[in-house]
């Protein structure tokens, strides 16, 4: 059984929620998100509440079963109130800066790196630090991914994009003799 896929997702007041033909959509204050789910969980909406349950109870049901309703869970959420995550920017010469919809970033190579901002995300930069909000948790997240895999922090200095809540272990350098 699955602990998450049991679970009773309440839906808050002011969103609303519907499954067409295997599309599940719910709209909110924020925007509107649409997702296709396959037919091997039964999706059931009730008043105010949604329950999910395999239809199969093989392997493969069983694991979609927990998988759906974390994807319903955080559609629903992202539309009453957006996801944000910060990176952080270290080292010198290190600049980034949002110019319409790209990311222009310097990181110590011969060229900027332009990266494009996707449909439905803000993306703001001040001072080496930059936030991504949107009301897509996969779409903020692979975003945010894609752009602190340009520059991955290193152990010795510290510079490279992270995360805000990341901590960096720190190696120590060369002794000498």
Known sequence: MSRIGKQIIEIPTGTTVSLNAGVFSVKGPKGELSKTFRDEVEIKIEGNQITLAPRKTDVFGRALWGTYASHIKNMITGVNTPYEKKLILEGVGFKSDVAGKSLDLALGFSHKVHVEIPAGLTVTAEKNNITVTG????AVG????????LKKPEPYKGKGFRYHD???????GK???
């Not at 990341?166 to 120590?172: A, G, S, T, W, Y």
Request: proline fraction near 0%; hydrophobic fraction near 35%; avoid cysteine.
């Open 175 to 177: 002794k000498t003799a």
């Open 142 to 149: 692979a975003f945010t991914a894609k752009v602190r895999s």
């Open 166 to 172: 990341e901590v960096i272990r720190r190696k120590q």
């Open 135 to 138: 009301i897509d948790k996969e």
